[in-house]
């Protein structure tokens, strides 16, 4: 039985990220403002998204289904139905996985595999078929979390660092793999073609284990917001996941962070040092950073990474912190929001080998 007087600290020991290829911001943009065009939501969303804070997103398909054009996987006759999108994503997602995976260090000495995805479904599970591409043994423990929006790169770092308190020699590759723009609607609705300019494909890989140095895995944060569950939705149709994104979040957040007891649960006793904001848009880090008062250059790296890639659910709170990572943060606190109104996130803080 394992001893747990000696549980080790959990430290994430390396970070790499990647995206896919195409870079599709502009010829989607481009494509609402046509359909807009001549409508008084035309004006609105012009301004809206010129304040989006993002210049760039990345998409596994190409330009011409970013512009919805004739003949394209968008526009090929009917809606694609959600098993041609879960065909893309069988097809995609450990590609892009795997491409994130090969900028780390050694995988050798791996005793443990968990994913993250809530972008699709696939049997056999990405997790075997990543682990089975990867050369990895066949007795590595592999756990999968699915479907619970952006918050779930926190669990997946979370899941990975109990492991290691539990296993000391453990080793721990945790992988967040998200194909967002695969469940693209056509719609003339203002606020749903607003949330779909936020999203993006990415994926990030992260080793964890109980030893050398890194960012140390604390203590969690979780809350739910009350009445609340209707503000973000993620639902399963016929033609893919119906993202529902309302714009009253934003409010909602800045309103519950500026509470006595939800900031000092996320603070703690002194202010963290360093921050790792899920930037699932500007008005979230906006809201963020008004409901705790943060100072202005706080959510940098979360800016930063909205800028360079847009929101691509689970994954992107790791591409903040590969962004921190060199600046070997005394103390932090990650944290991402989601389907509930949830909120989850975890300590962070540099130790040494």
């Known amino acids: 039985m394992t001893d747990h007087r000696a549980s080790p600290v959990p430290r994430i020991t390396a970070i790499s990220t990647a995206v896919p290829d195409c870079d599709v911001h502009s010829a989607y943009t481009d494509w609402v403002r046509g359909l807009l065009a001549g409508k008084r939501e035309a004006a609105l969303y012009a301004r809206m998204e010129a304040r989006s804070g993002i210049a760039h997103r990345y998409s596994v398909l190409d330009v011409a289904d970013a512009r919805m054009e004739p003949g394209s996987f968008y526009r090929n006759g009917d809606a694609p139905g959600t098993a041609s999108r879960m065909a893309h994503y069988a097809a995609h997602a450990p590609d892009l996985a795997i491409k994130a995976v090969a900028k780390l260090p050694s995988l050798d000495g791996v005793t443990h595999l968990v994913i993250a995805s809530c972008t699709g479904f696939m049997a056999p599970g990405l997790d075997q078929v990543i682990a ?11 756990v999968s979390i699915g479907f619970m929006g952006c918050y779930a790169g926190v669990t997946l770092l979370r899941t990975a660092g109990h492991i290691v308190r539990s296993q000391p020699d453990a080793k721990v590759l945790a992988i967040a793999v998200e194909l967002c723009t695969l ?8 606020e749903r073609l607003l949330a779909m300019t936020q999203f993006a494909d990415g994926a990030a890989a992260a080793l964890v ?6 960012l140390a895995l604390g203590e969690g944060i ?11 939705t993620w639902s399963v149709g016929d033609t893919g996941f119906a993202m529902h994104l309302s714009g009253a979040v934003p409010g909602r957040l800045a309103e519950a962070m500026d509470s006595d007891d939800l900031r000092a649960a996320i603070t703690g006793d002194a202010p963290p040092q360093s921050w790792a904001v899920h930037p699932g848009g500007k008005s979230i880090l906006d809201a963020v950073e008004r409901g705790l008062a943060l100072p202005a250059d706080a959510l940098d790296a979360s800016r930063s990474v909205l800028n360079d890639f847009g929101n691509m659910s689970s994954a992107t709170v790791i591409f903040v912190l590969e962004r ?5 943060p005394e103390s932090g606190v990650a944290l991402a929001f989601g389907p509930g109104l949830a909120m989850e996130g975890v300590r962070y803080g540099w130790v040494d080998a």
Request: hydrophobic share 30%; net charge negative; charged share 35%.
């Open 132 to 142: 089975r591409r990867l050369g990895l043994a066949s007795n590595v423990e592999r």
């Open 183 to 190: 469940h693209l609607q056509e719609t003339d609705d203002l």
């Open 209 to 214: 284990s109980g030893s050398g140095e890194g």
């Open 222 to 232: 979780s809350a739910t917001l009350e009445e609340s569950d209707d503000l973000i």
């Open 324 to 328: 921190l990572l060199s600046e070997r």
